[in-house]
């Protein structure tokens, strides 16, 4: 084979299946759409520990035993998040793969180290490290955390992220580092509804994914306590790092513990359609945030979505077209919203639209950019 038309060799250093988490679901697809190229040859790593239990809410941050995991995609689970000789060892097996290009993503402090550790030894060997930031640091952050994270991020030959805010804040940080922005793609692996919940009222809304106190659940369960329409429902769906008992206690204050259901509990992806399926709308009232991949599902489910007007979140949502923007933290606006805007018809009436976006939000273009 002529060196023109040799593939590149490229690993790929990231929590994929049978890891549970909007990362390992992200690098998956990723590793899907490279290990389809020709033009690519690719090996996976991922870790063989990414959280002690102290750190993750749920029963476990994997869905199989990642020691007896049939890979689809021949991943190598070797990196321990709390092990600095797996750390050498796995810096070791990639370099063995003489790859043109490590791929790798940071969006917490807490597996920084690990990361930044053997994406500086690949560096150090003549190796270019592309860095996919979903946080550039964590939402509940320090300045200890930050400077964590920015040990992985100062190993990078280049960035890649989602959306143009992070883009300028990772180019303040790193005014010498090249960044790209790729819009996130959306997930096309998620099976279709057999819709078996049925509906309970005019409006039905959707929160999705795990509970944190930055994503602002509470702000939507105060406007839905002020809201004229007493037939709003929701459902909250996903485990709860913090706070459980204290949204409890607000929906019984708030008197609206009829109209909220509570899925405190990771869901398979057969469970998620239905709920995406029920619902007319997903609300992301998001004090921070830097992507959503909750948007990219939503949107795969062709689903309007209301959120906070904020970075990170807006580039998705075209008021009026595709979903609903209120201010950040505005209450009274977020309740306008419900009341005047949100009926089951109205969301309806947005999908083409929202279908008509699908197209650019594709793996495909999401490569492009991270192999241009």
């Known amino acids: 084979m002529s060196d023109a038309k040799r593939p590149r060799p490229v690993c790929l250093l990231a929590p994929v299946a049978p890891y549970r988490s909007g990362i390992a679901r992200h690098s998956t697809a990723l590793a899907r759409e490279l290990a389809a190229r020709a033009d690519v040859d690719l090996s996976v790593f991922s870790f063989s520990k990414q959280y002690p239990p102290l750190l993750f809410p749920g029963a476990s941050d994997t869905l199989a035993d990642v020691r007896t995991y049939a890979s689809p995609l021949g991943t190598r689970y070797s990196l321990n998040s709390v092990s600095p000789l797996s750390w050498r060892r796995t810096a070791a097996e990639i370099s063995a793969k003489r790859p043109e290009l490590l791929v790798l993503p940071a969006w917490t402090f807490f597996v920084a180290p690990g990361l930044g550790y053997v994406a500086r030894s690949l560096r150090r060997r003549g190796t270019r490290i592309a860095t ?70 005019s409006v039905e809304l959707l929160f999705f994914g795990i509970v944190r106190p930055y994503k602002g659940l509470d702000l939507l369960l105060e406007a839905m306590a002020r809201a004229e329409n007493r037939d709003i429902h929701l459902s909250i769906v996903g485990e709860f790092w913090s706070g459980r008992e204290e949204t409890e206690a607000l929906i019984a204050r708030l008197g609206i513990a009829d109209r909220v259901e509570l899925v405190a ?108």
């Not at 992220?161 to 790209?180: G, I, Y």
């Not at 909750?294 to 979140?313: E, F, K, M, T, W």
């Open 132 to 201: 996919i930031v979903h946080n550039a640091e964590d939402h509940e952050t320090s300045r200890w955390k930050a400077g964590v994270s920015r040990f992985q991020l100062s190993q990078s030959s280049y960035f890649l992220t989602h959306n143009s805010n992070l883009f300028k804040a990772l180019h303040s940080q790193f005014p010498d580092v090249p960044a790209r922005v790729s819009p996130h793609p959306l997930y096309d692996d998620y099976p279709e509804a057999k819709g078996r919940l049925a509906r309970r009222g």
């Open 265 to 372: 509990r990771y869901v398979s992806d057969k469970e998620a359609a239905e709920y995406f399926h029920r619902c007319d709308a997903v609300v992301t009232p998001y004090r921070s945030a830097s992507a959503s991949g909750v948007h990219a599902l939503a949107q795969h489910y062709r689903r309007p979505i209301i959120s906070s007007d904020i970075p990170g979140l807006n580039d998705r949502v075209r008021h009026g077209h595709t979903g609903w923007l209120f201010d950040n933290g505005d209450v009274p606006m977020l309740t306008q919203i419900l009341d005047k805007e949100v009926t089951a018809e109205t969301a309806r009436a947005l999908r083409p639209n929202i279908a008509a976006d699908a197209d650019h939000y594709s793996w495909s273009r999401f490569a492009d950019t991270l192999l241009a």
